[in-house]
T-cell receptor
């Protein structure tokens, strides 16, 4: 239990579907992150929010739309995805303190058919 | 460009010692992290090095040489539960985290 909870854990969707991933953290952190993890590749940073404001969008296609209603919740809205978007999507919070370590959720495994 | 290199996969025997290397080329340096990720689980923080030298934490130690752009994670008295992926990440001069692709460690009885 890392203090960061992601739902759903698994999601299968067609290319025309709309779905959302949810992340919730109970650690009191002000920064939240979305990462994409593909097999044998480095983690790819997608979005960063600090105090509910988006501070980084790493050239992510518009079919991914983040939302951060408050410092504890983060969403990733998905629309007209492509098969190559199939991956594990990790949410993280933190980045402060002495080391700036991140606390990750267990991820949402997305399969796009 | 910025780059982190670590072996894709390593195999070791239960009870033995294994060293996982990480080399980096980044724009500046503000710290190096090691994370552990079991299959299907969240990456979890293992260690942080910002100064040269060895940081020891129980069975795990992490070493850093900034002049060589090099770090290693040393795991002693290996246990089956140490089978996982180990991720190396460096914070650059803009405090951006640059990640390696991870090393999958397989422990055999």
């Amino acid at each position: 239990e890392t203090g960061v909870t992601q739902t759903p854990r698994h999601l299968v969707m067609g290319m025309t579907n709309k779905k959302s991933l949810k992340c919730e953290q109970h650690l009191g952190h002000n920064a939240m992150y979305w990462y994409k993890q593909s097999a044998k590749k480095p983690l790819e940073l997608m979005f960063v929010y600090n105090f509910k404001e988006q501070t980084e969008n790493n050239s992510v296609p518009s079919r991914f739309s983040p939302e951060c209603p408050n410092s504890s919740h983060l969403f990733l809205h998905l629309h007209t995805l492509q098969p190559e978007d199939s991956a594990l999507y990790l949410c993280a919070s933190g980045g402060g303190g002495d080391t700036g370590e991140l606390f990750f959720g267990e991820g949402s495994r997305l399969t796009v058919l | 460009g910025q780059n982190i290199d670590q072996p894709t996969e390593m195999t070791a025997t239960e009870g033995a010692i294994v060293q996982i290397n990480c080399t980096y080329q980044t724009s500046g340096f503000n710290g190096l992290f090691w994370y552990q990720q079991h299959a299907g689980e969240a990456p979890t923080f293992l260690s942080y090095n910002v100064l040269d030298g060895l940081e020891e934490k129980g069975r795990f130690s992490s070493f850093l040489s900034r002049s060589k752009g090099y770090s290693y994670l040393l795991l002693k008295e290996l246990q089956m539960k140490d089978s996982a992926s180990y991720l190396c990440a460096v914070t650059d001069s803009n405090y951006q985290l640059i990640w390696g692709a991870g090393t999958k460690l397989i422990i055999k009885p």
